[in-house]
């Protein structure tokens, strides 16, 4: 296919912003801090609990949401940690997108709840030591966050 047939093609898939917002709960055990991640998807893959932003909401207290309903917590926010930009596409509603996602994450402190009151879409939460978690998560820039939260709660 000749260069400028694709570039056409690539021009009539529609782009849209996301905005989606989660957490890196953390809660300090006697053993060190543990970081509650999430299994989603076939293959399962972990991850930080995070989701949209609702019309309406502010990316903290989707954040805030987005852990309750995904990993079963209730957190209070201590800090931003970033915000994470990607690309992606996907067909929706039988059309194909390109999506330009915004993901803010931020540090959040355990209060209460438990892993296991997590919601149909996540296959299991669970708690993980810090280190583990940034090596079994699934996503480079997630890893990235993980790694902020180290240098953060190690002031």
Partial sequence: MPRHAMTKAAMKIPTETQISAGGAVVRHQETGAEVALISVGKPARW????????SGETPDIAALREVREEAGLVASITDKIETVEYWYQATSGGRRARYHKFVHFFLMEYVSGDVSDHDHEVNEARWFPLADAIETIAFKSERGVLEKVRVAISR
Avoid: T
């Fill in 47 to 54: 991850q930080l609990p995070k989701g949209l932003v609702d």
